[in-house]
């Protein structure tokens, strides 16, 4: 038997090449790989840098969708399914929205994969897959086994993508994240990830744990930061704000080579943070006091910031940039609110009537930085422009240049360099997602059905 992996992109322009920066070796392939019998064939494409070759003989096709992707994604299995072959779908999009995946696969995988991948391999072996497998309760990640071998000779950025843990306990409104895993969040045991880093050492200059928050848990997140330490790498992670005040935290984090932390900010006004479900960004002096710890532990920061939310006017675009410029911020991103399919802010919104498309995922007249929902006090197009804007001041060669010369970015030289690399990147990206289709813009047909919907 053979299995065809795919890690769908968003969509893709003739003649424009896909975003670079998310071009990271993707996680949910390795894992089912990696959970995939050793007598079953594993092929595996990536739609975001490589052709998929539709006629290739394969017993199965698994795509991972998430709702930017679902699009693309019933594009792929529309032409596998055209050639006789079952697809299966699973990941985020399939776990918020299975009714809807269901439509466009043979079988639907809701929930984490470790428990249901044999099982649906099996089925399949057997010519009997189930329209539904559904994850009951969070499975162990004990014996996670990623298999990276999928990745060779394709050309992902070099960081190297490791778990810790999934989920996050909080329960912020607009976060999928939280819909997921329900606002729990489970680890891996702290020997398995070191063994893990230092079997990809020689590999990588750079570690990305891509935990949703590693610092859910203060005291594990402590445990596994002191197994760090002789590890001797650099690493970044995304993280709550709390953890900025934990001074102990903060010198396990700085010693176990941590050089950079993804913080979600997401507004200056408390009334949105409030309406967020996200006051605790405000605790003990607030961003400012988080900020001078970091700093005072050289850890620099990609700071993130949503606009759109009920309270947010003309000025909010200007008091975020100007924060993230006067704290030498390493990276940022400046998004338009979105709501995602199955979190309590989509409720919210499609309850007080404020969504401006039954499917903004779906909908052929939607692209990237669209605005799909109807602001309390913008207008949707207000909202989008200035978005950009403040992408085009944050990522202008006047604050790149600013901020290359703060002394925390400049510290590690390493960090330093890819500073210009990375800053330079999201300089193009800018420009480069605006309206970035979702969908291949090339597909022609129907997306084809997976029986009755
Ligand atoms: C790392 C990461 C990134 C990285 C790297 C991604 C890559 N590899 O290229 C970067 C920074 C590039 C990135 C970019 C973006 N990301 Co991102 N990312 C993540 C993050 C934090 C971890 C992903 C990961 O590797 N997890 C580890 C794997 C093993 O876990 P998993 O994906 O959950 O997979 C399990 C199950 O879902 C399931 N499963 C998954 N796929 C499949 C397929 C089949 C067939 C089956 C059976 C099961 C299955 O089994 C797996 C094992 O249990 C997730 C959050 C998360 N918890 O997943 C967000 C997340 C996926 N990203 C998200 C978003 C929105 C984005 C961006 C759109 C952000 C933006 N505006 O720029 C872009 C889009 C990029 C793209 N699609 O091309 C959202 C998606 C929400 C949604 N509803 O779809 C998430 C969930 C974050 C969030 N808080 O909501 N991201």
Redesign the pocket.
Known sequence: MKVT?I?P??GRRPGQKY?R????????????AGLTPSDVKVAFYDD?MEVIPFDEPTDLV????????AKRSYQIASEYRRRGVPV?????????MPDEVACFAESV?V????L??PQ?IDDARHGRLQKF?RATGR?SLADLKTDRSIFRGKRYLPVG?V?AG??CHFKCEF???QT??NATQTRRPIDKIVAEIMSLKADHKLF?F???NITSNLQQAKELFRALIPCNIRWVS?ASINAAHDEEFLDLLSRSGCKAVLIGFESMNPLNLAQMNKSFNTMRGGFAKAMANLRRYAIRVYGTFIFGYDHDTADCFDSAVDFAREHAFYIA?F?HL?P???TPLYARLKEQGRLLYDAWWLDDRYSYNQIPFKPAIMEPEELRTACLAARRKFYSLASIAGRGFDSVNRRDWFMWRNFYLINSLHRQDVSN?DHYPLGDMTFRGELTQAGAC
């Open positions: 992996l890690h992109c968003i975003i920066t998310w071009q990271m070796e993707p996680l949910p392939a390795a894992t089912l975001r698994a795509i991972s969708v998430e709702t930017y992707t299966v779908m699973g990941g985020f999009h399939a776990s918020l995988v929930g984490e994969a470790e249901l991948w649906v497998y499975p993508l778990e999934r989920g976060c999928a994240v997921v895993f990305f891509v935990d949703d995304q991103a998004n979105t995602f399919p199955g997602r």
